[in-house]
Structures are given as structure tokens and as C-alpha cells.
């Protein structure tokens, strides 16, 4: 076969989407499609209908799988919400800008008050649909930081990363987002009861010297300056923990009223945020949107991001109950609920052919999540192994993914291709019949360095019985934990083969680490937390053994050359793209930071 093939086919094919695309959009105002990307958190693989599951009810999903393009090897940019999203945005690894965490640094971003985040110079989709003339909008959790200045004043959210309008929370549903917390709480009360005793003691003793010098006046002030310090160190002791291993944890007091926050525009319009409803403010934002945006001009981009199906698993109390798999399957059926609201509106308002509809997970459910009243709460991952949170398990990356256009993208079909969350932006620019991203921003010279590639040509030929494309030929996809490459998944010829580095130490005889809502096996830590495999790497063919139970022997041809090729690859990798260390790292960017925190008008003051 001659080499030039797959770049030619390529070609041809990308003039072939473009040329359709165009082609394909009769009857409405503007020749490119709308595009909505519906986003859900933490759904895992083995929690949809399409996708084998026969318990839970997700008619909405398995729907626009019937209409569309189901990906059967879909994965994640990254193991946590935070790094994956951003992955999805830009099109690029979050290691490129430390976005991902390090040892003893949280795995993502926890503060609203917080000054970490994409950095602004990221190419991002919401630039390029802005630059290609669409309105965009954003629902939802954001999760890549919110930067607040002083008093909470500007914050940096959506709409600094070339959104139009948005409704979002700028993080992501908490533990604490749901329940009731006091303010007057004691934590280190030992320590606490030193420091006001031995205070106390000297502040009397000072005032007697001072009421006997005949200094009445400044003993007062040295009692309120004394009762002043003290609240002061209660209130450390008390909301805060960075005297503590967990540095960056606060309250449960303080994550629910500072952190549970939804914002339109720059505005906080919701604290503590009102879990049984949010689901449907955001489904109706959406709707609305679309609505009001129907007979535009200008086609229009939508980013529906859920809070679902996320803990605390908090459903409107008329769904309560109504699955088979508990609170967190009534979450999931609520969420293909909202799913179907927004696919009817496309219907009713005659959108739908002129779409291109997009449906992910950010990453594998969370194997470990268990309530405390023992119900399970975090998604299945099907057969793959591991969980949430864990960089190289096919169980933490492999995810849902569905895209339906109607005329271009054939129905009902599936494809088995490996494509990835940085995948998103080329794909959807291409699908658009838009300009490749770094002719869209041609300024931003990091919008030429993306790590995503466009599969949109794969989509188009899929199950028309034409042998799938060489378009990925030789592609590397890199897994990450924090900073650490775990994994790498190379498609070559008929196989697609994966290379583990470093997995996590399980708990024995599981792909999990225990059990409770905020319990991750932690590899990015490194250390004791990792079983390090760079000396005897496994290898997988991911074709003909997709759950990864029998590793290929490691005297074989095949083992040698392939693992040759990729640890070439990855050295190729490192001199190439350096990684900066951490955002996390840096405490005083990470940590809560009171004088950044935006409240809600009459909250507060
Ligand atoms: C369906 O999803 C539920 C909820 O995650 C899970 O408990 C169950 O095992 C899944 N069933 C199948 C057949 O995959």
C-alpha cells in the first residue's frame, strides 16, 4: 500500500464532510448547523440502555443513538472532571497547562474562590464557534475555574472563553452541596482551649497592670484586640485546613454556602445552590436558550454540562424512587428525561436535521461511591476495570458517546474507532463544515499544537460496509494520573494496543480502593499509592481482549516491537512537550480565598 494513502483518503474525505455539510442544510437561515454537546458527569459506560444495560431507563439516550453514530471506544481526556473538560474545550492534554493534580494536591479545582483555571490563551470551542460566527452558550457545571477579583467581583467563567451567555456553576455538585451545617462548629478543640486559656490569662494579667497604671482606656482595647484575635483563630481552626495534610479542604459549613453556587453571567443567583431543582433550572436555561435563538441569523453552539449524575445524588422528589438502582439510577433517568426535553425542543421547533447533537460522559463512574446509608452512588463501568480517578484503567476512561446529524452521519450506526474527548473541537468544526481550528484563531499559536484530531470523515463512512479509514494510523492517546503518563493506547493496522506504566495499588482481589463518596485509589500522589510497572509493562490487544484479561506475552515479536514503538513515542513526547508543574501546587492559588468569594446580592451584606 503506498504510504501517501491515508493522508490522501483523508483528504478527500475531510472536502467530502465539508462539502456535504454545506450541502446538507436546506431551510434554514445559515448553511452550518447548530450544535448542541451535552455533557453528563460521571456517567459510567454500563449505566446506559444503548450500551447494554437492561435495568435502567434511558429511552431519551438510547434514542439519539438510534438516530446517530454510537462510539463503542470512546474515551475520556483525563480520569477526573476538571483535566477532562478542559480536554474536551481545547483540544489539548491539561498537563500542557497544569490543570491536573500532583502529590497532595486535590485532582481538581475545589474553590470557587480560587485562582486557578485554563489560562486565557487556550484555545477553547467557545472561541472557535465565536470565531466561525455562532452564538454560543453555556449551561451548567464549568468546573475550569471561576477566578473571582476582589469581593467576588468579575469573575472569569464562560464567558471569558468566547461564550455569548451562560448560566453555570463554577464548580461542580460537593458532598456538602446538599444537607444542613452549622457555622459555630470546634475542630482541634485542644489546641484551641490552649490558645484562648493561655491568652486569656496574659490579657488579664496585662489589664491589672494596666487598670493599676491608671490606663483604663487602653485595657479595654487590649480586650477587644485579645477577643478579636481569638475569633479570629477559632474561625482558622474551625473553616479552614491547611495546618492539616488536607490543606485544601474547608468546612462543610463553608463548602456548602461558599462553593454550592450557581452564577448567571457574573452574578450569583443561587447560594446554597437548590440540588432537588437544579437539574431542571438548567434543562429550562437550555431550552430557553434555543428557543429564543431558533429563528436567528447567526446558527447557535450549546454546551449543556449537568450537575447529574454526580453526588449528591439529588433528584426532584416526584422522581424519587422510580428506578430500579436507587437514588443513583433515579438520577440517571432524570437526566435522560432532561436529555429528551432538549432533543423535543430541537423537533418541535423543526431543528433537528440542521443539528449536530453530541453526547458524552467526562469519564468512567466512580466505582467506590457508596452513601452513608450503604446505597451505591457512583455509575458502573461495565466489565472494563477500575474506576473514577484512575489513569490508566480502561473503566475510568472509557465512556458514552453518541453523535447524531441527520443526513451526514449515518443512523444507527456504530463505531468501533478509538476517538477521544480532545477529539470533540476538530470533530464538531469539521461536522460544521467550518475552518480547521488554527485557521479559525489564527493568532493563538497553541491552536496549531492541539492534541485532538477529527473523526468526523470516520463517522460519515461508518457502516456503509467501506473498510474503515487509515486516518488514525499510528496514533498514540496518552492516560494520564496527574503529571504521570499511566497508560498509552496506540491504533495500528486491525489492532489497538494498550501499554500499562503505572496502575494503582487496588485493594485486594478489586479494581477499587474501598469504598465511600469521596474515596479514589490516588495515583497521581505516586508513591505507596501506585504499582509501578515501567520495568514490565503489560500489554493489551484491546481488539481481541477488550477488558484486558490476558496480557501478551512479553518474549513475543509482537510485545517487543510494539512496546519498542511506544516508549519511543513517549521519549519523542517528553523532549517535545515539557509539562509545567501543577496549578494545584501553588496553595495560595488553590485554596479558598475569602476576599475573592462572590455572594448573592442580599446575602451577606
Ligand atoms: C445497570 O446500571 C446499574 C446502575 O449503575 C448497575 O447497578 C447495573 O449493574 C447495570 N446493569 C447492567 C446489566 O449493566
Redesign the pocket.
Given at each position: 500500500m503506498s504510504g501517501c494513502c491515508p493522508l490522501v483518503c483523508t483528504l478527500l474525505l475531510g472536502f467530502c464532510v465539508s462539502t456535504l455539510a454545506s450541502e446538507g442544510t436546506s431551510g434554514s437561515n445559515s448553511s452550518h448547523p447548530n450544535v448542541v454537546i451535552l455533557l453528563i458527569d460521571d456517567l459510567?459506560i454500563?449505566?446506559v440502555g444503548c450500551y447494554?444495560?437492561?435495568?435502567?431507563r434511558t429511552p431519551s439516550i438510547d434514542r439519539l443513538a438510534g438516530e446517530g453514530v454510537l462510539l463503542s471506544h470512546h474515551v475520556a481526556g483525563a480520569p477526573f472532571c476538571t483535566p477532562s473538560r478542559a480536554s474536551l474545550l481545547t483540544a489539548r492534554y491539561a498537563q500542557r497547562f497544569g490543570l491536573v493534580g500532583e502529590f497532595r494536591t486535590p485532582p481538581v479545582i475545589v474553590h470557587v474562590a480560587s485562582r486557578v483555571g485554563i489560562p486565557l490563551e487556550e484555545p477553547t470551542i467557545g472561541h472557535a464557534f465565536e470565531a466561525a460566527g455562532y452564538t454560543t452558550h453555556f449551561t451548567g457545571k464549568w468546573h475550569l475555574g471561576s477566578r473571582c477579583g476582589l469581593f467576588g467581583r468579575n469573575c472569569t467563567g464562560p464567558l471569558d472563553y468566547g461564550f455569548d451567555s451562560t448560566l453555570w456553576l463554577p464548580t461542580t455538585l460537593l458532598p456538602r452541596s446538599y444537607g444542613n451545617y452549622t457555622f459555630w462548629v470546634l475542630e482541634e478543640e485542644t489546641l484551641f482551649f490552649h490558645a484562648t486559656g493561655w491568652t486569656s490569662l496574659l490579657t488579664l494579667i496585662t489589664v491589672a497592670v494596666l487598670v493599676h497604671m491608671r490606663l483604663p482606656r487602653l485595657a479595654v482595647v487590649l480586650c477587644l484586640l485579645t477577643a478579636a484575635c481569638l475569633l479570629l483563630v477559632w474561625f482558622i481552626l474551625a473553616h479552614y485546613r491547611f495546618y492539616t495534610p488536607a490543606w485544601h479542604q474547608v468546612s462543610p459549613w463553608m463548602d456548602h454556602y461558599l462553593n454550592g453556587v450557581v452564577m448567571n453571567r457574573s452574578e450569583v443567583v443561587d447560594q446554597p445552590m437548590q440540588l432537588h431543582t437544579l437539574n431542571e433550572r438548567l434543562t429550562n436555561n437550555t431550552v430557553h436558550f434555543i428557543r429564543s435563538h431558533h429563528n436567528a441569523s447567526k446558527p447557535f453552539l450549546v454546551v449543556h454540562s449537568f450537575g447529574h449524575v454526580h453526588t449528591p445524588i439529588v433528584t426532584a422528589p416526584e422522581n424519587r424512587g422510580r428506578s430500579k438502582?436507587g437514588r443513583?439510577?433515579d438520577s440517571?433517568e432524570e437526566m435522560d428525561d432532561s436529555v429528551g426535553e432538549i432533543l423535543n425542543t430541537l423537533d418541535e421547533l423543526g431543528l433537528a436535521n440542521n443539528c449536530v447533537v453530541y453526547l458524552v460522559s467526562d469519564h468512567g463512574?466512580h466505582l467506590e461511591s457508596l452513601g452513608e446509608d450503604g446505597q451505591?452512588t457512583g455509575?458502573?463501568n461495565?466489565l472494563f476495570k477500575g474506576s473514577k480517578g484512575q489513569g490508566g484503567m480502561e473503566g475510568a476512561l472509557r465512556v458514552p458517546g453518541i453523535v447524531r446529524y441527520p443526513g451526514i452521519v449515518p443512523k444507527g450506526s456504530r463505531l468501533d474507532t478509538p476517538t477521544s474527548l480532545l477529539d470533540t473541537l476538530p470533530t464538531l468544526l469539521q461536522l460544521a463544515g467550518l475552518p480547521a481550528l488554527h485557521k479559525l484563531l489564527p493568532h493563538n499559536s497553541r491552536a496549531e499544537d492541539v492534541d485532538g484530531l477529527s473523526y468526523a470523515p470516520l463517522l460519515m463512512e461508518v457502516g456503509k460496509g467501506v473498510a474503515p479509514q487509515p486516518m488514525l494510523e499510528g496514533r498514540m492517546l496518552l492516560h494520564h494520573s496527574g503529571l504521570f503518563v499511566d497508560a498509552v493506547r496506540y491504533i495500528t493496522g486491525e489492532h489497538v494496543y494498550k501499554l500499562h506504566l503505572r496502575q494503582p495499588v487496588f485493594s485486594p482481589g478489586s479494581y477499587q480502593c474501598g469504598w465511600g463518596e469521596m474515596t479514589f485509589c490516588r495515583p497521581w500522589f505516586g508513591g505507596e499509592h501506585v504499582h509501578d510497572m515501567t520495568q514490565h509493562p503489560l500489554l493489551y490487544d484491546l481488539t481481541t481482549d477488550p477488558y484486558e484479561d490476558n496480557p501478551i506475552d512479553n518474549s513475543t515479536s509482537e510485545y517487543q516491537q510494539v512496546e519498542e514503538r511506544i516508549q519511543r513515542y513517549l521519549k519523542e513526547w517528553e523532549e517535545r512537550v515539557p509539562y509545567p508543574s501543577s496549578q494545584f501546587n501553588v496553595k495560595m492559588d488553590t485554596m479558598l480565598l475569602p476576599w475573592l468569594q462572590p455572594f448573592k446580592k442580599g446575602w451577606f451584606f
Open positions: 459510567g454500563g449505566d447494554g444495560n437492561d435495568t435502567i438502582h443513583y439510577g440517571i463512574g451505591r455509575g458502573y461495565g
